[in-house]
């Protein structure tokens, strides 16, 4: 369903935003099934931005990806920052306010269902006295990563769509919930840098081949580097960065390109060293994956 232009927009959609992506995957839920996803999408707000309802008709869940503002929701009042995510539902006053001199940026997801109220619970953003509340969240990168599957997912078409981003919001609920910070504590600064740097991973993948020359080119120590992905990550630098090429160098084998020259690249000249780096990401070699495209 095409809504995108602001003539198009349901009513609850806000207008005050500089850039968003919206989607619209059912607006006549029936909510007879443990959890269906009615839309989301992802906001760049203006500085003036401000929500302010006596109701709403589905459960949302929003989360901060960047920025800082207020929310208050039936009297109860919080502070938004990277890192918070926060919930409203039916009969919830709630009122969202964008904090001058920032920009928020944030991603929500509408849903119905039995299972909702359940879901919200689990992920802390439902508390003790069945008020709904705001948490913060440490590794901001995870839930971005798990909102944009959601996005990924509304861009196919068929009927298994509807169950996996329903899959996608119970996901999203244990995910909160593990990494939940402990109350009163916010998103370290320290995570500041290491999101730069995993995005200058992300960018210059291709070009560099050290931890080295990565903590180089981000102005930071190895052993601080390293520091950070053990904080913030499941897994190293190195590793981090390996994993960016080996799933770039997939793809080009899908596409039919030659082990040797997927290995080129990369800017790794000894196939064979590729070939292990390859083995020990996905457990086969690229010559087994290229068997298996020919077949």
Known sequence: MDLHANDNLPDF????????????LNLSPDGESPVEVVCGGVELVEPDYVIDRDDFPYYAIEFVAGGAGTYSVNGRHFQLSTGSVFCYGPGANHEIRNQRGTEMWKYYLDFVGTRSVELLRTAGLIDSAGEY??????????????????????????PLVAPICA????????????????????????????????????????????????????????????RLFGRFSDCSAYQYLLRRKMNYAAGLISDGLLVRDVACQLGMTDAFQFSRAFKRVFGIPPSHMQGVRKN
């Open 133 to 158: 509340n705001a948490v913060t969240i440490g590794a901001v990168h995870e839930l971005v990563d798990l909102f944009e599957l959601v996005f990924k997912n509304t861009n196919e078409d068929g």
């Open 167 to 226: 899959s996608l919001v119970e996901l999203l609920a244990l995910k909160t919930a593990q990494l939940k910070l402990p109350e009163g504590k916010s998103v370290p600064r320290s995570y500041a840098t290491y999101e730069r740097i995993r995005n200058h991973i992300d960018q210059r993948f291709l070009e560099v081949q050290t931890v080295r020359e990565i903590a180089a080119e981000c102005d930071v120590t190895p052993v601080y580097l390293s």
């Open 13 to 24: 959609v806000s207008r005050q935003v500089s850039e968003a992506r919206r989607f619209f």
